[in-house]
């Protein structure tokens, strides 16, 4: 498969060691932020991945100084009477993962920080490699809007309501050592170069097992940390329950958008919840 034909201008696709996919995140002058089309074109990424027999293990990274900063906040609003539009999420979830049920592993090389729906990814691979610069940050409800994309209930159950309180709430960086504490990272490398091959390191060990022990491994896995029915409850929230459907509808996601937009704090008007 010609694996390169699947790149963008917003990401790249290659194949390392004949069992590596690396997918790296390629628009560094916009802190690698991702416009909505572009999602579904990463779950056709990992789609053709996951369907591919001679492919093991599938790593995002980030090119420059930034993972990802989430979504691209000025394609959220429009000018239409000044409201937001809203803009669905693919299967997948953000960058196709965010709410992936995945058959395969799936390893995320932090390079640097991660705001959003980048954190939100980052969140649902399977490992995740940071570096010593890297941080992980839920900045939404400072922009009027929720963390959408399935991290809610995710980070409730693996970090507990008080650290999940403190990301989702607080709203401001964790470190990349404050995050391996948590357990959303597995390990710290001194420096961004470090991070991809500290990841491949991990692809390579787990390469060494069997292919269907790895897979069956990764569902007991996954049921062993989902036995409160955690995907179905972030899928549910990434599909707008009510309350998210209250914040699409009102007036301060238009102004927490505009406010970023504008480069000045929001002016939010009163609790309508």
């Given amino acids: 498969m010609n694996w390169q034909s699947y790149s963008t201008d917003v990401f790249s696709v290659r194949v390392i060691d004949q069992k590596v996919l690396v997918v790296t995140l390629s628009r560094p002058k916009a ?3 991702i416009p909505p ?7 056709d990424v990992w789609d053709a991945f996951e369907s591919d027999a001679t492919l093991r293990v599938a790593i995002i990274t980030g090119e420059g100084k930034f993972f990802c900063a989430g979504a691209d906040l000025k394609t959220w609003l429009d000018t239409v009477e000044g409201r937001a539009v809203d803009r669905p999420m693919s299967r997948g979830g953000f960058l196709g993962l965010s709410n992936r049920v995945p058959k395969k592993p799936y390893i995320c090389a932090l390079n640097g920080p991660a705001f959003g729906g980048g954190t939100e990814a980052a969140v649902n691979c399977d490992l995740t490699v940071a570096a010593k610069n890297a941080t992980l940050c839920l900045p939404e409800v400072r922009r009027g809007v929720t963390a959408q994309a399935g991290a809610l209930p ?6 507990g309501l008080k650290r999940a309180a403190e990301l989702a709430l607080v709203a401001e960086p964790i470190s990349a050592d404050k995050a391996l504490e948590w357990g959303l990272v597995n390990k710290v ?13 991990y692809a390579q060990k787990i390469v060494k097992g069997s292919p269907e022990a790895v897979a069956a491994s990764l569902v007991g896995i996954r049921r062993g940390t989902d036995e409160t029915n955690l995907s179905s409850s972030a899928a549910t929230w990434a599909g707008i329950p009510q309350e998210n459907q209250r914040v699409k509808g009102g007036d301060n996601i238009a102004e927490g958008l505009k406010a970023f937009k504008e480069k000045r704090e929001p002016r939010w008007g009163d609790f309508k919840l």
Avoid: C, F, T
């Fill in 189 to 201: 490398v001194d420096s961004p170069q470090q991070v991809l091959p500290a990841a491949l390191e």
């Fill in 31 to 33: 802190a690698n932020s």
């Fill in 154 to 159: 995710r980070i409730g159950k693996l970090l």
């Fill in 37 to 43: 089309q572009y999602h579904e074109k990463l779950d």
